[in-house]
């Protein structure tokens, strides 16, 4: 079945760092791809998604690429913040309906 | 907009009671989505509605589950003779099908723990 892998936490980097959260699937069919966020104490949000191959999604200076050749959506900030600390999902949906979703990315940022 | 909302936030239970979980979706959404994430786990998808038709249920959710969408708008979750291993958060989503987009939004979700 459908399936999301992403690198292990947790990931621990300096502000103003460049960072990048890796993140293959396997799908039968064309999926959308999404990065989800989770920030402590508070639930999930979309941060950015990819409805079809070489679409590049962003949002607060995020950025992730979806490529089918290498079935991979990468996740990468050229200078993550103190704020930007959370558990990153990344996930898909074949069907428009169900997320499947990896099992996250704690980020730490040291000020 | 006030967002999805799920109550209660916390539920701690005996193994063997029932519980039940609320959530109410975003107010012009027509399908909402149950998922349950464990402990260093990414959410896993249960079930979800379209308006008040259940479409699909997960293998994970066993016959001790239960979701309803009666007039659909809020949904209920039901476990019954509860287990530690339903320990779990339990999410909610909401999503308009017909809208450009069709994000799904995350409600806070209900912490359930079984002692």
């Known amino acids: 079945g459908d399936s999301v892998t992403q690198m292990e936490g947790p990931v621990t980097l300096s502000e103003e760092a460049f960072l990048t959260i890796n993140c293959t699937y396997t799908?039968?069919?064309?999926?959308?791809l999404f990065w989800y966020v989770q920030y402590p104490g508070e639930g999930l949000q979309l941060l950015l998604k990819?409805?079809?191959?070489?679409d590049k999604g962003s949002n607060k200076g995020f950025e992730a690429t979806y490529r089918k050749e290498t079935t991979s959506f990468h996740l990468e900030k050229g200078s993550v913040q103190v704020s930007d600390s959370a558990v990153y999902f990344c996930?898909?949906?074949?069907?428009?309906?169900?997320?499947?979703f990896g099992k996250g990315t704690r980020l730490h940022i040291l000020p | 907009d006030t967002g999805v909302s799920q109550n209660p936030r916390h539920k701690i239970t005996k193994r063997g009671q029932n519980v039940t979980f609320r959530c109410d979706p975003i107010?012009?959404?027509?399908?909402l989505y149950w998922y349950r994430q464990t402990l260093g786990q990414g959410p896993e998808f249960l079930t979800y509605?379209?308006?008040?038709?259940?479409?699909?249920k997960s293998r994970l959710l066993s016959d001790r589950f239960s979701a309803e969408r009666p007039k659909g708008s809020f949904s209920t979750l039901e476990i019954q003779r509860t287990e530690q291993g339903d320990s779990a958060m339990y999410l909610c989503?909401?999503?308009?099908?017909?809208?450009?987009?069709?994000?799904?939004?995350f409600g806070p979700g209900t912490r359930l723990t079984v002692l």
């Open positions: 509605f379209q308006n008040e038709a259940q479409l699909e």
């Open positions: 990819a409805t079809k191959a070489d």
């Open positions: 996930a898909l949906s074949d069907s428009g309906d169900k997320i499947i």
């Open positions: 989503a909401s999503s308009n099908r017909d809208s450009i987009t069709d994000t799904q939004y």
């Open positions: 107010s012009e959404h027509n399908r």
């Open positions: 799908a039968t069919g064309y999926p959308s």
